[in-house]
């Protein structure tokens, strides 16, 4: 009974784990969203001359944070993939174990026995890993919530430097808005993220 509750709940992490993945690719194409409507944003300070010299800084910081952010993803990513073996080995593995306890109750042999006890102490190793990988992944995730929340105070930055733009300020306003509306837009992904059950579910 044991087995079949923690092969259901395997399951279960595997489809929250294929639901993150999904999330991060989201915000890894929107970062090179970021990082494309930084370029423009630099391109257009330059228009403006000097009055948006401070628009220019913050559309480059912009712009080196939309890499950081992708950076941030990919490394997200080998975590998943990481966390998505852990689960399939683990899910091998007790489907195993639940044959050779079969094979065990209807056959005492010692052999049969042995290997059921190495692969129990098998499925123990790889709960760790994947464990540890969860703890790591969390880890990660929280790292790219700060990158982010440093994302959006260079947008609201921008929203003030816009205004100095001069002949320029209403489209520098523009801008800086799309900025401020997709960085929230990547903070509120990564929010529910760092809600996922996966995370918060009571392991026992």
Not at 114 to 126: D, G
């Amino acid at each position: 009974m044991m087995d079949e509750a923690s092969s259901v709940l395997a399951g279960v992490d595997l489809l929250r784990i294929v639901r993150i993945n999904e999330e991060i690719k989201r915000v890894v194409g929107v970062s090179f969203k970021i990082n494309i409507m930084a370029l423009n944003a630099i391109f257009l300070a330059k228009r403006a001359g000097t009055a948006a010299r401070g628009f220019g800084v913050l559309s480059n910081e912009l712009r080196v944070f939309s890499q950081d952010l992708r950076t941030s993803m990919e490394a997200l990513t080998g975590l998943i993939y990481g966390c998505v073996n852990a689960v399939s080995v683990g899910l091998q593995d007790m489907r195993y174990a639940r044959l050779l306890d079969e094979a065990s109750a209807l056959a005492s042999d010692a052999s049969v026995l042995a290997v059921l006890r190495r692969r129990q102490a098998q499925n123990a190793v790889h709960a760790a890993t994947l464990s540890s990988l969860r703890g790591k992944l969390k880890r990660a995730l929280e790292d790219a919530f700060q990158l982010v929340e440093l994302g959006g105070v260079l947008a609201k930055s921008a929203k003030i430097e816009a205004a100095y733009g001069q002949a320029f300020a209403g489209a520098l306003a523009q801008v800086s808005g799309e900025f401020d509306h997709v960085v929230e837009e990547i903070r509120d992904s990564l929010e529910s993220l760092r809600r996922s059950a996966f995370f918060t579910a009571n392991r026992g």
